[in-house]
Each structure stands twice: as C-alpha cells, then as structure tokens.
C-alpha cells in the first residue's frame, strides 16, 4: 500500500506498511512523545526491538502500522518522518472492532503536516 501525496517545495510523501528496517526510527520518533510528555502517559523509553516486536505481533485482526516518508523532488533518499499504528485494544472478541490508534510524527517535521495523509491512507 502505497499513497503519494505533494507538498510545498517540492516535498513528496508516502504513506507505506511499517517494515521492520523503519524500527529506529520509529522508535527515536515515539521517544521524543515520550520525552516531551505531550503525546503518550508512557515513560520508558522503547528500543528499535521493541518496535519489531509490535510489527511482528499478531492479532486475530490484522490492524495497519504506516509510516510517512518524505522524499525530497531530487530523487534523494526517503525519510521516515511519521508513523501511524492501530493496535488490539483488549483481546476479547467483544472487542474486535475496537483499537488503539497511535499517530507519531518527527519533531522536526510536526509544524509542517506533513503527514496529514495518513488520515485517507486505506487498506
């Protein structure tokens, strides 16, 4: 699943699966929520295997976990500076089509809304 989206400034956004090579960064985006206080009541800081552990957990419902890269328009290398996850809310079947939605972006790339694709991201 791929969703292209433009930006000012020659800026391209993907909207992609997670893959277990985007975990540090991932990791050093959700740390920074954890730092600043302003996005999770979390307080331990989670490591780049922990976030393999949440790509390879598994649900009875698959739920998706994305992140945004951002391409600049030279064809440069792309840059994980976003991610969102839905992820099992209790393990009941009452519960099924309920989940916790998480959405992370960079510090460095939160005033620019870049990631405001994630919201029409589909399956």
């Known amino acids: 699943m791929t969703e292209g989206v433009q930006h000012a400034a020659g800026v391209q956004i993907h909207i992609r699966d997670a893959r277990a090579s985007d975990a540090a960064t991932i990791a050093t985006i959700y740390n920074e ?25 598994v649900a009875r ?26 992820s099992e809310y209790r393990s009941r079947p009452c519960y099924d089509g309920v989940a916790e939605f998480s959405v992370y972006v960079s510090s460095r790339w939160r005033e620019s809304k870049c990631c405001g694709g994630f919201s029409s991201a589909r399956d």
Do not use: C, M, Q
């Open 33 to 57: 929520g954890i730092r600043g206080r302003g996005a999770t009541f979390e307080t331990t800081e989670r490591s780049p295997e922990d976030v393999v552990g949440w790509l390879g957990s």
């Open 61 to 86: 419902i698959k739920r998706p976990f994305l992140v945004a890269d951002r391409v600049d328009g030279n064809g440069g290398d792309a840059e994980v500076v976003g991610w969102v996850r839905a």
